[in-house]
């Protein structure tokens, strides 16, 4: 399985990104899709996910404010990110989960800054 991540960049507080995950496998083959990041010297956390029978799980920090959806078409899976914070700042990557084996994408930067 690839994935690969695009739509990171730098944005200004307030501002709005999203994300985009395209897969090399058929989405709906995965038991869950996600997003997780990382910021400097902290441990990787859940954003959101989206299981296969369309559920959504997010962070409570980023609830009301990040979307995720998906495409079985395109095979992706996005993150539509808005009022970005700094303290949203990190490394976005993104999960395919097959029963307990994870696959994870290359990641992509993320900066929320004036």
């Known amino acids: 399985v690839q994935l690969v991540e695009s739509g990171g960049g730098l944005v200004q507080p307030g501002g709005s990104l999203r994300l985009s995950c395209a897969s090399s496998?058929?989405?709906?083959?995965?038991?869950?899709m996600g997003w997780y990041r990382q910021a400097p010297g902290k441990q990787r956390e859940l954003v959101a996910t989206?299981?296969?029978?369309?559920?959504?799980k997010y962070a409570d920090s980023v609830k009301g404010r990040f979307f995720i959806s998906r495409s079985g078409a395109e095979k992706t899976v996005s993150l539509q990110m808005n009022t970005l914070k700094p303290e949203d700042t990190g490394i976005y990557y993104c999960?395919?989960?097959?029963?307990?084996?994870?696959?994870w994408g290359p990641g992509t930067q993320v900066t929320v800054a004036a």
């Open positions: 999960n395919a989960r097959i029963l307990s084996y994870d696959n």
């Open positions: 496998r058929n989405i709906f083959d995965f038991n869950s």
């Open positions: 989206i299981n296969v029978g369309g559920v959504t």
